[in-house]
């Protein structure tokens, strides 16, 4: 089967995720056509600065989701503390204030479930480093609508626990290295 | 088939959704047509999964019948998720920044738009008393959900989040201690009666219903997230013509007035908390 080339990536990273995104995140080059939907498990009273210290960082665009912002290419979007993040059918993203899921919120789950929805099998999502299991049932989700699901090498990873929940629920997910996660992207990207 | 072909037909899923929601409008004037799909979706198969229908169709079969069904049905469709003085530092803005105009008027119209179980509403009558505005204020607390409007005019909540809402108050620039506003006793505490003296609770939505007239302040955070764009302009347009001269109306801490087509009635008051001030550029 030729997959067709996808139209946006979804990541999730919990315990270890600045480490992680900051092998990824700047070796993304300038002309990178993709948006990246992140969700990163920070604490809810906290001002998130995830997407200032990644701007210093990066060539591709990084922003913290607004309500209803239209989805640009070439852009890493990080959700908010305190909100879900939701992809619409118009090319925008929503944010809502609905219950934690797995005591997250934002929710990895929540952003790869409407992913799925919007994408089906045209996006690819990333289980990272995390030591709780959110994003497992997201990335079965992704992966039964026909997405790319790839997830840190539990081996690896800081904390194995969360690629390791995402492989158990996927056994077919390509496990990688984050060189390997950061090599793949570019190519597809 | 090939897969462009595919990709024209709606999924049955969302199918539906579209018909359930039709139902909800023409059968109980509920209308949650334009609200932002991704989130009424979830919360749609929540509602599926834990009320044991096998489909959509299933549970808007009874909706249909069943009157009893419509306020079970509100309750996943509505999201009530607040705390008092929830993000402090909008509180402390208009304490400092808003209350100051508000200062100058003999009579003050304050509106909470989608006051869920009341915790705004409290938050801005202590915060109104404190700042000796309270006599002259009334407060129009709306929201479309009864069971949630009962709850805030009962104005008592469960006592292990008083703890929150005690640092939100104090960090809020907080001139009192808010255990002057509540008495605990069973695991809860309620807040005193005196401080809803001055609030008219209403059933108002903003989707279907009209202006409410010459606010001087409107309250409005984490609600218009639930809708689509064009949805949002609406409720946008009726809180632009609900606002005295010179008004303010204050959103969610990332919503924005920026991707509205009322944008240039507006003008950023206080930038960081997504303060507008009515009145063009």
């Known amino acids: 089967m030729i997959r067709s080339l996808p139209r946006a990536i979804v990541i999730g990273a919990s315990a270890g995720a600045l480490e992680a995104l900051s092998v990824i995140l700047p070796a993304l080059p300038e002309d990178f056509r993709l948006p990246i939907f992140i969700v990163v498990h920070i604490p809810p009273d906290k001002r998130s600065v995830l997407a200032e210290l990644f701007r ?134 | 088939m090939d897969a462009a072909v595919i990709e024209t037909f709606e999924k049955v899923e969302d199918i539906e959704i579209r018909l359930l929601l039709e139902a909800l409008y023409v059968r109980y004037h509920y209308d949650f047509r334009n609200y932002a799909m991704g989130s009424i979706k979830r919360r749609l198969r929540q509602a599926r999964e834990q009320l044991g229908f096998a489909t959509i169709s299933a549970m808007q079969e009874r909706l249909l019948h069943d009157e009893t069904m419509l306020p079970t049905l509100l309750g996943y469709l509505t999201v009530q998720v607040s705390e008092m003085f929830r993000d402090p530092s909008y509180f402390k803005a208009i304490r400092d920044n808003v209350v100051p105009h508000l200062r100058t008027y003999p009579s003050l119209k304050v509106w909470i738009a989608g006051c869920s179980f009341g915790e705004e509403v409290y938050s801005l009558a202590i915060l109104f008393r404190e700042e000796g505005l309270e006599d002259r204020t009334i407060f129009y607390a709306t929201d479309i959900n009864q069971d949630a409007l009962q709850g805030a005019e009962a104005g008592v909540y469960d006592l292990d989040r008083i703890q929150l809402f005690t640092e939100n108050h104090r960090s809020s620039g907080g001139k009192s201690s808010l255990s002057d506003y509540y008495s605990a006793g069973y695991g809860r505490v309620t807040f005193d009666r005196t401080l809803r003296d001055r609030v008219v609770f209403s059933d108002h939505s903003l989707v279907t219903d009209a202006v409410f007239g010459e606010m001087h302040l409107i309250s409005c955070r984490n609600v218009m997230i639930y809708f689509d764009r064009p949805l949002q302009d609406r409720a946008i347009g009726l809180f632009k013509d609900s606002l005295a001269r010179k008004g303010f109306l204050g959103i969610g801490a990332k919503e924005n007035l920026r991707f509205s087509a009322h944008a240039d009635d507006f003008q950023e008051f206080v930038r960081e908390e997504k303060i507008y001030q009515k009145g063009g550029k």
């Open chain 1, 56 to 189: 210093a960082k990066c060539k591709i665009r990084v922003s913290e989701v607004e309500d209803k912002e239209p989805i640009r290419p070439s852009t890493a979007y990080f959700a908010p503390p305190d909100y879900h993040v939701l992809v619409e059918k118009d090319h925008t993203l929503a944010l809502t204030n609905e219950e934690p899921v797995l005591f997250s919120r934002p929710s990895i789950d929540v952003l790869f479930e409407s992913a799925a929805d919007i994408y089906g099998p045209d996006v690819v999502a990333v289980l990272l480093t995390g030591a709780n299991h959110d994003g497992a049932k997201g990335l079965l989700l992704i992966a039964r609508a026909g997405g790319e699901v790839i997830v840190q090498d539990p081996e690896t990873a800081f904390a194995a626990a969360m690629p390791q929940a995402g492989l158990d629920l996927c056994p077919d997910a390509a496990v990688l290295s984050l060189q390997g996660i950061t090599d793949y992207l570019r190519r597809v990207g």
